[in-house]
């Protein structure tokens, strides 16, 4: 049972310590609740696109392969031993080692549930900025994290993996 959506979003200034800590620990049930409901829904949603056992042996390969692409041919190899020797990893380009990210790191995932708790606050209480000093989603998210898992972050660790990576293109040169 989720428990009911804290009224109201911020308390009034001048609140005692006391309450403060008692709506964010209001609040902390209420989105650990809210997210632990959408991902059961997804796992759920995923299990029913799960693969038949009759597409394990290609999708198995499929997995193989790529794993190949991305400079790890071990399991190819013992996948068809009679070309081992034959199997190689693709040369790299200008000999950058390959970009292997299978996995999404904790920090990654707290900054997902950021996001997933900005919306929740977005949809429950309309549009509302936290003040300075008020707990943000990042704060929220890692304490999430770490009583789900045991593992600590900072929020300035799920702040920097949440941030859009990539070239940075000016005006200038997108209107040429």
Avoid at 66 to 81: E, H, I, Q, T, V
Avoid at 141 to 169: P, S
Wanted: glycine share 6%.
């Amino acid at each position: 049972m989720i428990p009911p959506k804290p009224e109201p979003f911020r308390l009034e200034k001048g609140a005692s310590l006391k309450k403060q800590r008692e709506h964010d620990r209001r609040m902390f049930n209420w989105l650990a609740g809210e997210l632990e409901e959408q991902l059961s829904r997804d796992l759920s949603a995923a299990a029913v696109h799960a693969p038949s056992p009759e597409n394990y042996i290609q999708q198995w390969e499929d997995y193989c392969i790529s794993l190949a692409r991305r400079g790890n041919p071990k399991y190819l190899r013992l996948l068809y031993p009679a070309f081992a020797d034959c199997i190689r990893s693709p040369k790299n380009v200008s000999g950058r080692p390959p970009q292997v990210q299978l996995s999404v790191g904790p920090a990654k995932f707290a900054a997902e549930l950021a996001k997933r708790i900005k919306v929740m606050w977005r949809n429950g209480f309309g549009q509302v900025n936290r003040r300075l000093g008020e707990k943000t989603a990042q704060g929220f998210a890692v304490e999430i994290y770490a009583n789900w898992t045991g593992v600590h972050l900072t929020e300035d660790e799920v702040h920097a993996a949440g941030k859009k990576r990539g070239k940075k293109i000016s005006k200038k040169s997108r209107a040429k």
